[in-house]
């Protein structure tokens, strides 16, 4: 990898861009608290709080991810799944792990790092936050997108990523982009096994991972051991305006009108922008002003709760 590197990340600086998928390395594989033993314990501590997902490994690509934990249950606690997750048929992450002070600290260690090269093309970084996936043999993730710009890093074991471009609106429609800003919502994905011509494919193992900018639809899966893979991600100015650009179409879209694509006509965004902010902060001074608490998007960490 040429440029400047980390102490932890190994990226291509002179070539990147924050809006194109791209391949990358990483030190972590060693790192004491990415073995398993550190991770049951982190789990323990999670799942106290609500902050474990899991589903069994009867999901399948074309499984909704937002109901994957419903409809294929995992019935063992976390505990008795990350001990023996080769034999645990199951899928599990850990949720926002910054908000544990050890696993905040790997979080900012491996952010930092790369914060000053990050910056220099996409200022702003943000909304920060670490996520830890433990998966059994075998076992997919579901076709979705994140909000998040993310670098995907292969700890232990070997998967197989498929990434999709975020301007193919032939794999997911602006409308399903516009719907998932505002809502969250991923209802609009679809999977067809015809997009696995369209995607990106990383074959990953320990040392290596992926960059993946914010709403670009992906789909693991795992290969024939268990495997340990973390994503750090965080917002950007940059994540923040198309988000705010989004969530304005959706609210159109809601009243009968069907606006352009993002990024198709500037002035159009920029009146979009204006407008959307306008909205925007009149509703958190209306919270405000009723006494509820209001989140923001350019918060340093990632509100908890959010996946």
Known sequence: MSGPSSKW???????????????VRHHLAAHPALQLPALVELGKRLEARGRVRSHSGDATAGTSFNEAPRLHPNAKGVEATLSDIEHAAAWTSLLNVQSDPQYRAVVD???????????????????????????????????????????????QGRKRIYVWDHRDTQVVSEHARDRFHRTHSRELLQWREEYRERAQVFELEPGMGAYMPSTSPHMVENGDGPSITMSFTYYTRSTRRDALLH??????????????????FPLFDAATLAAGGL?????????????????????????????
């Open 9 to 23: 990340l190994e990226v291509a600086w002179d070539q990147f861009d924050p809006w194109r998928i791209q391949g």
């Open 109 to 155: 260690e491996v952010l930092d790092s790369i914060r000053p090269q990050v910056e220099v093309v996409d200022p702003g970084m943000c909304y920060r936050a670490g996520w830890i996936f433990l998966t059994s043999p075998r076992a997919v993730t579901p076709f979705h997108m994140d909000k998040e710009h993310n670098f995907i890093l292969q700890v």
């Open 247 to 264: 969530r304005t179409h959706d609210m159109l879209r809601g009243r009968g009108w069907v606006p352009p694509v993002v990024g198709r």
């Open 279 to 307: 909205y925007t902060g009149a509703k958190r001074l209306a919270r405000r002003l009723a006494g509820a608490s209001v989140d923001s998007d350019a918060a340093p960490y990632a509100k908890v709760g959010d996946s």
